[in-house]
Each structure stands twice: as C-alpha cells, then as structure tokens.
T-cell receptor, first 115, second 115 residues
C-alpha cells in the first residue's frame, strides 16, 4: 500500500519552461490537494479537487493549472515556470466528511528549483 | 474564510519537560482539528485529530484539547524526547455530510528538544 505517490522527487527548471507534477493515490479517496511549502510560510493550498470531475482554486493558484485525470490521479502543471515558484510541492488525499474519517495523507513531496 | 493562527513559532524544551502549542481559529463552523508533525525533509504526518463533539483526546504522550467557545485548541506533548524535534502544524476544517473538507493550516511551530 503506497499511499500517495509523487513524481518526480526533484526537478530543476529554467525560467519559462513548463512541467507537470504527477500525483497518484491508492486509498480510494475522493478528495485530492496540491500544496506548496516555502520556508516560514507553512502549507499553502494551490488547488484542490473535492471529488472526481471537480477542481477549485485554493489560496495561491496563480501560475498553475490542475487536472483530475481520474479518481486516483491529480496533476499540477506549471505552464511558464518563474523563480518565485521554487518550492517544495506536496500532494495529499483524503475522504473527510462528518460521516467519513479518512484523514489527509501527504506524498513525499517534489523539490522544484527554477533558475 | 477560515484563518488559523499558531503560537509559538519556535519552542525549545529540555528533554523530559512538556511542550504546549496553541492555535486559534476564526470560523465557528469548523469542527475538525488535526495536528501534523513534519520532520526535516519529510512529509507532514498526522499525529492526532479531534472533532468538535469532544473536548480532549489523548494518545500516549500526546493530547489535544479544544475550547469551542474561545475557538482555540492546543497540542500537549509530555515527557518530551529528542525524536519529538520537528515542525508541528495545526489545521481546521468545517466538515459537512455533503462536502469533502479542505484544511486551513497554521504557520507551524518548530520544536527543539535538547538532551
């Protein structure tokens, strides 16, 4: 049982390049999330998908797009990378409702540097 | 939207002493409060969570207390050990029967346990 799997683990990009971060979960969770973590800033929500077929903006969506490919997979795309997007990116999944208690589990993160 | 404030930002304790981290939230509809521990270079991991229908929950050396009236909740770690050194995040969410909850995180507390 792998939980939440993110690829790649590390990536270096040049300004203006594009890339897609991949995330897959095998816990049959309905909801998936993308966060970025910068030093001293905690975890900030970029986009989330409450259920398959829906996506919504979080706190810091500018410069990113997402795709909920199916129930298992949720990808994050940087169309034109900027140095300000240098960060650690975490994907998470959960199934949290009043009647359901599947807490949010995180992947191991993608460390992204943009030069 | 929900706003979660966490204090202190750093906490240094002697091994064997207790550590207390406090969080306040703004949305009275919030009813789910998890705590995550993140070791250096690792993913955040859930250590304990509480729902608003209980005031306190314990798991070995860790306990969480909730004061709904004052809108604050706290993490208590007793008999601290060096392996408790990490960043701790609190979070809050308003879960319903229909929607899948997203978490609003605090900024984190760096806990250092010195031998």
């Amino acid at each position: 049982n792998a939980g939440v799997t993110q690829t790649p683990k590390f990536q270096v990009l040049k300004t203006g390049q594009s890339m897609t971060l991949q995330c897959a979960q095998d816990m049959n969770h309905n909801s998936m999330y993308w966060y970025r973590q910068d030093p001293g800033m905690g975890l900030r929500l970029i986009y989330y998908s409450a259920s398959e077929g829906t996506t919504d903006k979080g706190e810091v969506p500018n410069g990113y797009n997402v795709s909920r490919l199916n129930k298992r997979e949720f990808s994050l795309r940087l169309e034109s990378a900027a140095p300000s997007q240098t960060s650690v990116y975490f994907c998470a999944s959960s199934d949290l409702r009043v009647t359901s208690n599947q807490p949010q589990h995180f992947g191991d993160g993608t460390r992204l540097s943009i030069l | 939207g929900e706003n979660v404030e966490q204090h202190p930002s750093t906490l240094s304790v002697q091994e064997g002493d207790s550590a207390v981290i406090k969080c306040t939230y703004s949305d009275s509809a919030s009813n789910y409060f998890p705590w995550y521990k993140q070791e250096l270079g690792k993913r955040p991991q859930l250590i304990i969570d509480i729902r608003s229908n209980v005031g306190e929950k314990k798991d070995q050396r860790i306990a969480v207390t909730l004061n709904k009236t004052a809108k604050h909740f706290s993490l208590h770690i007793t008999e601290t050990q060096p392996e408790d050194s990490a960043v701790y995040f609190c979070a809050a969410s308003a879960l319903t029967t229909d929607s899948w909850g997203k978490l609003q995180f605090g900024a984190g507390t760096q806990v250092v346990v010195t031998p």
